[in-house]
Structures are given as structure tokens and as C-alpha cells.
Nanobody
């Protein structure tokens, strides 16, 4: 499984970005897809993930501002980020976790910087 993120960049506070995670095949039925982020000097943290049944979990810090979605036809997961804050600055990683356990894959990460 290969994951390739794109869409990061520099944005002003209050702005929006959409991250994309292109996967190497049709994996959504057997992998839980998630977005994580890691800010300098901090541990990597979960931002959002889509679990079984299409339910999406969000970190409290992004609820109401971020939306995760998947396009099965394009084998791509997205993270729409609105009302961005400086504290959202981090490297964002796409993650695929096999639903049966024991296999986990990460993308290379994409930098998101929120600054005036």
C-alpha cells in the first residue's frame, strides 16, 4: 500500500486548505483511513479517521472545522480544513490501518503552515 499526500501549503488564519491522500489501490473496504498531524516538538496526534460504517471520528480541536471524506472511485481520501488557526500548523500524514490488524501504512507527510 502506498499513500501520497498533497495539498499542503501556507495559509493565513481563517483560511482553508484541502489535503488529498492518493492510495495505490482500492483499499478503503479493508483499511481504516485516517489523518494525523505532528507539530514541532510534539507527538503525532490523530486528526480524523473514518471507521466501519462510514463513521468519522475527529479530534476535539478540529471538530466543526475539518471534514474527512473518501472518494472510492478515485481511491483518494481528503481532509477539508476550514477556519484554520496557527495551532493547526504541522506536518499532516495520511494513515491506512488494516481492519484485521497487523498492517499499517503512512504517507510521506505534507506541511501545513498557518501564519499571517
Amino acid at each position: 500500500v502506498q499513500l501520497v499526500e498533497s495539498g499542503g501549503g501556507l495559509v493565513k488564519p481563517g483560511g482553508s486548505l484541502r489535503l488529498s491522500c492518493a492510495t495505490s489501490g482500492s483499499i478503503f473496504s479493508t483499511y481504516v483511513m485516517g489523518w494525523y498531524r505532528q507539530a514541532p516538538g510534539k507527538q503525532r496526534e490523530l486528526v480524523a479517521r473514518i471507521i466501519s460504517g462510514g463513521v468519522t471520528n475527529y479530534a476535539d480541536s478540529v471538530k466543526g472545522r475539518f471534514t474527512m471524506s473518501k472518494d472510492n472511485a478515485k481511491n483518494t481520501a481528503y481532509l477539508q480544513m476550514n477556519s484554520l488557526k496557527p495551532e493547526d500548523t504541522a506536518v499532516y500524514y495520511c494513515n491506512a490501518n488494516w481492519i484485521f490488524g497487523g498492517r499499517e501504512y503512512w504517507g510521506q507527510g505534507t506541511q501545513v503552515t498557518v501564519s499571517a
